[in-house]
């Protein structure tokens, strides 16, 4: 497809399970971003990509958040025994040169019960 | 410590009024300011965008407002239409390099037939 595609769309997990999210950002995008939206809050910052060169991570809110990507292609977050404050929607986005014109996707519903 | 702050959680509109989406900041060398519209189930597409250098930024029926002295920028939508009802981001680029955006909780606009 021609836009940001993420899966999966809705995820509902126990308490201390691991999920993996994955991100398929538009082809030729250099930069990945990570944001998650937690209810009634707004978009928080979690883990940025450009390129080659070494993720910025400042935003990743406990050690139990990691995130990688190959090359220029697919992403995954990788959430390791969930909390039920983890439970947010997901949002990838993948920009071109522009850094301010991201494109995002639908994002990932991830409910921890 | 929020960086960008949407005051109003919620803003309702009749159809064909104009509807005005407020947002303010605190750093004064903020470099972009943008607003990204969501559609529930969907991810933030971009909409609007504006240099620090500018004042005011029109396209078709939006327009961005930035008052740089008095940190705050605003998005006018006129005339409103059902259409246009989703939840309105404000966002900041924090300087002119990769940084992420940084964004604020949204206004859920809801324009009125």
């Known amino acids: 497809g021609a836009g940001v595609s993420q899966s999966p769309s809705n995820k509902v997990t126990e308490k201390g399970k691991d999920v993996e999210l994955r991100c398929d950002p538009i082809?030729?995008?250099?930069?990945l971003y990570w944001y998650r939206q937690r209810l009634g809050q707004g978009l928080e910052f979690l883990i940025y990509?450009?390129?080659?060169?070494?993720?910025?991570k400042s935003g990743l809110p406990s050690d139990r958040f990691s995130a990688e990507r190959t090359g220029e292609s697919v992403s995954t977050l990788t959430i390791q025994r969930t909390q039920q404050e983890d439970s947010a929607v997901y949002l990838c986005?993948?920009?071109?040169?522009?850094?301010?014109?991201?494109?995002f996707g639908s994002g990932t519903q991830l409910s921890v019960l | 410590d929020q960086q960008v702050k949407q005051n109003s959680p919620s803003l309702s509109v009749q159809e064909g009024r104009i509807s005005i989406l407020n947002c303010d900041y605190t750093?004064?060398?903020?470099?972009?300011f943008l607003w990204y519209k969501k559609y529930p189930a969907e991810g933030p597409t971009f909409l609007i965008s504006?240099?620090?250098?500018?004042d005011k930024n029109e396209d078709g029926r939006f327009t961005v407002f930035l008052n740089k002295s008095a940190k705050h920028l605003s998005l006018h939508i006129v005339p409103s239409q059902p259409g246009d009802s989703a939840v309105y981001f404000c966002?900041?680029?924090?300087?002119?390099?990769?940084?992420?955006?940084?964004f604020g909780k949204g206004t859920r606009l809801s324009v009125i037939a």
């Open positions: 986005a993948s920009s071109l040169v522009e850094v301010q014109k991201l494109f």
């Open positions: 082809s030729g995008h250099t930069a």
């Open positions: 990509f450009q390129g080659n060169s070494a993720p910025d």
């Open positions: 750093n004064s060398m903020f470099d972009y």
């Open positions: 504006i240099s620090s250098i500018k």
């Open positions: 966002a900041v680029l924090p300087d002119s390099g990769n940084t992420p955006l940084v």
